[in-house]
């Protein structure tokens, strides 16, 4: 009895002393991100609060607070469990359509630039589509997990899952909000195929997705008024073209070093949303080409660490805990391809942050969450890694 009682104590002491398994390379991506983030916030910002609120600390004290909820989140989601997100994946993608339907109700719902897509808490406002692309990636990873052999066998087993995804997208697109649409879209298709749809299955939702996305552009004479301004911003450099002709400027006014951090032109009135969308802008003519490189190195750290443990994870047939960090990575990647190539002309202006560095509270709050919830992915990877050698025996640790 006394014997049980002691190994059991002793079980205890050990899961208490358990260490926590920290990727080093993709901490020092995301966190490089956010510092430099925040400077250039500083840096976009200072003018504009002394303009509208006459305080110029009202961005930076705002933005500190956002990441200082987002590091608080990022923590609570490391330590918790993974099976939790596995279990509450269906339940979540319920909370996400009722969130949707909250933006459209008098009261709650906020219209900002014509589009719905906030919901007022009162202390805050709330950008419900940053909250849908993260349970999005969860939905998705438990029920490619549940119903592999379903999404391997035939293309209705591929487009099962669309289904419920199908009303996110239709809300999202009510709202309007193309960009989120097109990212959990993207996103999807892409875990789908790294979950074991075929290759014919992938390409025909790949051209399914375009089909709507041009459909969508040809629908919408904002739309197109901005695929047109993409085409020759210089047609109409101070309307239609104003964003991208200032954004294009900024960028070469930077040249190899930059003006100087704290030096742009641009960010004074000529740039719209200098301190959210078009922040890489700001960075490039501050910084120049180096400083943009190394923000584009700091990405590709953080996506290819996310992958790596996506494929550490597979290894080891944990396909809930790969599906996710597959997910996340392609989301975070593509979204900061899109907002760069935006900021560099090479895409049509698009309204998406540059994740862990624009200003805004919900992108900043679910980005941190990313960076937790993939913090335990690697953990509990390790962990598994861990435990298996254990009970394989000792001759293992040859």
């Known amino acids: 009895m006394s014997v049980a009682m002691g190994n059991q104590e002793h079980s205890a002491y050990l899961t208490r002393r358990q260490p926590y398994y920290v990727d080093g390379w993709f901490l020092f991506s995301a966190l490089s991100l956010l510092a430099l983030g925040y400077v250039m916030v500083v840096s976009a910002s200072l003018h504009l609060g002394e303009r509208v609120y006459t305080n110029i600390t009202h961005y930076p004290l705002r933005q500190f607070v956002h990441i200082v909820l987002g590091l608080v989140m990022a923590f609570v989601l490391a330590k918790t469990p993974l099976s939790v997100w596995e279990k509450s994946g269906p339940s979540l993608i319920l909370v996400a359509l009722g969130l949707l339907v909250l933006v459209f109700i008098p009261g709650l719902g906020v219209k900002v630039n014509g589009s719905y897509r906030w919901v007022n808490l009162g202390v805050a406002r709330v950008q419900v589509s940053e909250l849908v692309k993260f349970i999005s990636v969860i939905y998705m990873a438990g029920f490619l997990t549940r119903h592999v052999d379903m999404v391997r066998k035939s293309i209705l087993g591929v487009m099962k899952p669309v289904l419920p995804l199908g009303l996110v997208f239709g809300l999202l697109m009510l709202e309007p909000d193309f960009g989120a649409t097109f990212v959990i879209a993207f996103t999807v298709i892409c875990m ?147 907002n760069i190539a935006v900021n560099m002309g090479a895409l049509p202006t698009k309204g998406l942050t540059l994740p862990l560095m624009s200003y805004g509270g919900s992108s900043m709050v679910v980005m941190c969450m990313v960076v937790g919830l993939l913090c335990r992915i690697n953990h509990e990877t390790k962990l598994d890694h861990e435990n298996q050698i254990k009970r394989s025996g000792p001759w293992q640790y040859a």
């Open 192 to 338: 789908m195929f790294l979950g074991g749809a075929k290759l014919i299955e992938f390409l025909t939702l790949v051209l399914f997705g375009m089909v709507l996305g041009v459909v969508a552009i040809v629908s919408s004479p904002y739309r197109m008024e901005r695929v047109m301004a993409f085409i020759d911003p210089w047609a109409d450099p101070l309307d239609s073209g104003f964003q991208l002709v200032q954004s294009l400027i900024a960028m070469g006014r930077g040249e190899w070093l930059g003006v100087g951090l704290g030096s742009s032109i641009q960010k004074l009135f000529y740039l719209p949303e200098a301190h959210t969308d078009f922040i890489f802008a700001v960075l490039g003519e501050e910084l120049g080409l180096l400083g943009s490189c190394l923000v584009i190195l700091l990405f590709g750290l953080f996506v290819w660490r996310a992958f790596q443990m996506g494929k550490a994870a597979e290894r080891l047939n944990l396909r809930f805990y790969s599906l996710m960090a597959y997910g996340l990575g392609v989301w975070v990647g593509l979204q900061a391809f899109v």
